[in-house]
């Protein structure tokens, strides 16, 4: 679409600019993640770093700071400032991203998975769960997609942050992350990297 999201967009320029262009498919983000793991010369975006994932990636370039948040329904009667109280309470994070461990950690006792943002978005619409767990920008983005506005949901402080990367298969050589990583440099300083992000309402950080 016109809309892939801006770390897609991001992506696409990249690729462009290193003269590899890439073809976007969207998976399910588990199933994403073992897509690269087997497929030669195969990108993932956004991938969080994080030590249990250090050596299974090439981390070719940190695209953004992300905080993450948790989103509720609006008017839904859910203290988003409180997570202790929300340790009790069904919560949906991203299947494969590193949340649900991170909140068993934190003694979050009803955490449920889904395939998609948008589908633990659909979760808390329905009432199926009281609120999800996860990045921030995508999870406002998810909220203005599938007939929802964004005033549909409160979105809580943030609780915790980490960079995310554009990441590869390990295949791909330390030589041409130099190159994606001078492309995105370049972006940087001509503002292709600032007018992307504020298509979606993002500002570089």
Not at 30 to 52: D, I
Not at 80 to 87: K, T, V, Y
């Amino acid at each position: 679409g016109d809309s892939p999201g801006a770390l897609v967009e991001l992506a696409q320029e990249m690729a462009r600019r290193v003269g590899a262009p890439a073809t976007v498919e969207f998976y399910p983000w588990q199933r994403a993640l073992a897509l690269t793991g087997v497929h030669a010369r195969t990108l993932v975006v956004p991938l969080t770093r994080t030590p249990e994932r250090e050596a299974q990636y090439r981390w070719l370039v940190r695209l953004r700071r992300q905080d993450f948040v948790f989103v509720g329904r609006h008017g839904g009667g859910v203290d988003l400032r409180d997570p202790a109280a929300l340790a009790g309470r069904p919560v949906a994070v991203l299947r494969g991203s590193p949340h649900k461990r991170l909140l068993e950690s934190l003694h979050f006792s009803a955490v449920a998975e889904c395939a998609s943002v948008r589908e633990c978005m659909r979760m808390v619409s329905k009432g199926v769960v009281d609120a999800t767990y996860g990045g921030e920008d995508i999870h406002r983005h998810a909220a203005r997609l599938d007939g929802f506005h964004e005033a549909d949901f409160d979105f809580g402080p943030v609780f915790r942050s980490g960079d995310i990367w554009l990441a590869g298969s390990r295949d791909i050589g330390e030589d041409e992350g130099h190159a994606w990583r001078a492309a995105h440099e370049a972006m940087r300083a001509d503002g292709t990297l600032a007018r992307l992000l504020r298509k979606y309402g993002l500002a570089p950080n």
